[in-house]
């Protein structure tokens, strides 16, 4: 079972029930929550539990980029969503590939105490995880409408997919399925590259990608 750090603190952190009136929140209640549910889910193999978990339009970038999905198909995700028999072989793969990589199921990482960064009009929470004493990264989180979070995977991937993103957009076509994905890069990438260059975990070379980007969009 995943450990917590600051268990107490994260306690603290849980915000008041809702009425049997309200609606059932998006996301989590808190950051460190929503990076445990992902975790413990991807596992698991609980993909509504994933789905939950991370930000919709996060996750439709991401899929869309990794499997060559063309415009059509990712306009129609960012929309409605990444059907669940899909996201059901990619979460798949993500656990076993992550399983292979670190010689550990995900769910075994320790999640620390989150630190909030705002943005772009946008709440973002990085959440420390390790999987030692000194082997530490961070899984973005992002705060919904509703006041619930869920994983940015932009976010939390963007060292890694930085160039792939900004390859992406520079080949957009013309037509509705490109604005709209055009659309989601501002709403979505731009606000969690800020995020990520604000938290400072990344290096020199993602924050030079991340801002002649951000200078493109802006142009």
Not at 40 to 46: Q, V, W
């Amino acid at each position: 079972m995943i450990r917590i750090l600051s268990i107490v603190i994260l306690v603290a952190l849980g915000v008041p029930a809702c009425s049997s009136g309200d609606s059932e929140p998006v996301g989590y209640e808190n950051p460190e929550r929503a990076v445990v549910a992902w975790f413990e889910a991807i596992d698991g193999g609980d993909v509504a539990t994933a789905s939950r978990a991370v930000n919709d339009e996060s996750l439709a970038i991401i899929l869309s980029i990794e499997n060559d999905v063309d415009e059509a198909t990712t306009a129609t995700y960012l929309a409605d969503g990444v059907p669940l028999a899909l996201q059901t072989s990619y979460w798949r793969s993500f656990a076993t590939g992550f399983s292979a990589f670190a010689s550990r199921p995900i769910s075994t990482l320790t999640v620390g105490q989150s630190t909030a960064v705002a943005v772009e009009g946008a709440e973002f929470a990085s959440v420390p995880i390790a999987s030692g004493p000194s082997a530490e990264s961070v899984v973005f989180t992002k705060r919904n409408e509703d006041g619930s979070w869920q994983v940015d995977l932009i976010a939390t991937l963007s060292d890694g997919f930085s160039s792939l993103l900004v390859d992406e957009y520079d080949h957009l076509g013309s037509g509705e399925d490109a604005q709209a994905i055009r659309d989601a890069y501002r709403v979505t990438v731009a606000p969690a590259f800020w995020a990520a260059m604000a938290d400072g975990t990344f290096g020199d070379e993602f924050n030079r990608v991340a801002l002649t980007f951000l200078g493109q969009l802006d142009g």
